[in-house]
């Protein structure tokens, strides 16, 4: 039975951050699911993609891109999922937030860019979600995208909620299953060093791309072969 990709987006993006990759995916006969994440909190977000990967009849190979990385941390504990992929991720340890993981290395230029705007929560306390100013999204997030492309995608953010930040992995997926990843060398939205220190601890098979943070929109053959190395890997 093949192996299905699932892509999961990040923050401040959603699955059509994919969108230069999954020709490449589709164009090889991988089968693929892009779901659309809520970006509510960590814990829920995970649990989503999770009910996702238990839809899917047969194995799964989870890809996350940024906050994505650490969503699938948490979502790849499901028993059909048979390895990981970061792009440009969070590799998060159990017990570890975004905030803990980010806060040992110095800020990127994402930091001094953010917006945050209240958003209603029926029932409870008002949220706040977290964005990236538009006139800094290009060169922030997607300094290498065509420029046309980067303005549009700076206008229809999808964003995070500022409660993600804090909430830390309950359980870190990479422990158990093999995991592959891409650090953004000239990532402004990621430290590369926290991905390159994430991936260290969790053992992830990594390589280096020159690219912003939309690495998979940016560079899309090289990501592609990364996750058709994968699953050369774990159909073996």
Known sequence: MSTTVVLVHGAFADASSYAALIPELLDAGIPVVAPAVPNRSLVGDAAYVASVVRSINGPVLLV?????????????????????????????DEGESLGQLQGGFPDSDLAAALVYTPFPNPGGEDGTDV?????????????????????????SQRPLAGAAFAEPAPV?????????????????????????????R????????????????????????????????IDA
């Open 64 to 92: 996350g891109h940024s906050y994505g990385g650490a969503v699938i941390t948490v979502a790849g504990a499901e028993e059909n999922v048979k390895g990981l992929v970061y792009l440009a991720g969070y590799a998060l």
């Open 131 to 155: 964005s990236v100013d538009v006139e800094k999204f290009p060169h922030i997030f997607a300094a290498d995208v065509d420029p046309a492309l980067s303005r549009i995608l700076a206008v």
């Open 172 to 200: 870190a997926a990479w422990k158990t299953k093999p995991a592959w990843g891409i650090v953004s060398s000239s990532d402004h939205t990621i430290n590369p060093d926290v991905e390159r220190f994430g991936y260290n």
């Open 202 to 233: 969790a053992g992830v098979k990594a390589i280096e791309i020159d690219s912003s943070h939309l690495v998979m929109l940016s560079h899309p053959r090289e990501v592609a072969d990364l996750i058709k190395e994968a699953l050369a890997s």
